[in-house]
């Protein structure tokens, strides 16, 4: 009697990185068998404010029919870099974000404040040179480099011989100056203020009453010996 040896169809399998670099081969893999990638996940370095994390395969791994190639995919978070300086107090950092991922002003979500030098961000823009004007939100589709216009807190006048504030910024919520910045501040300096609603002032400032503040201040602080 004849005998028959029933034959068995094997392929090769492979998987590469992004840039074709071979990460495994198996070869003689029977016709509908499932087989995976068994090691760690491949990587792809961050380059140029571009970050990658592994997204799997460009296709399932599946019952194998054919010789068969893998290739990792990855998705893009883009680098944002708020350019903020060191001497400001700040929770902001520079940080990556999901390809898509929609920005809004970080002052609504962060003080950013130089309390040592009283400055603070008055708007931000692409451009170091203040022309290009940021309008928040703004969806991250690339790297991003912004760039914080920095102005006083306040502006200080020399009145009747003291340092006088005379006008404080729109932006800010909280204000702290000692005598070596100012000892006396003006009763124009609140006409315009929206925002400022805790001011610490030192003990020897002079020509400050209460008829200076307008109704969002709900704190005054008094510094002692200085």
């Keep these: 009697t004849a005998s028959y040896i029933e034959k068995i169809n094997t392929y ?3 998987w590469t990185n992004y ?7 198996l070869e003689d893999v029977p016709y509908g068998e499932i087989v995976h990638f068994d090691m760690k996940d491949p990587k792809r ?7 990658y994390d592994f997204n799997g395969w460009n296709i399932p791994e599946e019952e194998i029919t054919e010789d068969t190639t893998y290739v990792a995919t990855y998705t893009n978070q883009y680098e944002v870099d708020f350019n903020i300086p060191s001497s400001f107090k700040t929770t902001l950092e520079n940080r990556y974000f ?12 962060h003080e950013i404040y130089d309390e040592s030098n009283k400055k603070v961000i008055d708007g931000w823009y692409y451009d170091s040179s203040f022309s290009n004007l940021v309008i928040f939100p703004i969806k991250v589709n690339r790297p991003i480099t912004l760039y914080p216009k920095i102005v006083s807190a306040a502006t200080v006048s020399y009145r009747n011989g003291r340092n006088t504030i005379t006008s404080i910024n729109d932006k ?9 910045f100012a000892t006396a501040i003006d009763s124009w300096a609140f006409t315009s203020r929206t925002k400022l609603k805790s001011l610490t002032v030192p003990s020897n400032f002079y020509g400050f009453t209460s008829g200076n503040l307008n109704t969002t201040i709900t704190k ?3 510094k002692g010996g200085n």
């Design 12 to 14: 090769t399998v492979t």
């Design 19 to 25: 840039d074709g670099t071979v990460l495994k081969t």
């Design 45 to 51: 370095e961050d380059d140029n404010g571009i970050k």
């Design 98 to 109: 999901d390809n898509g991922s929609m920005i809004e002003e970080p002052l609504a979500q």
């Design 172 to 180: 800010i919520e909280s204000l702290t100056f000692d005598s070596s």
């Design 220 to 222: 005054l602080y008094i």
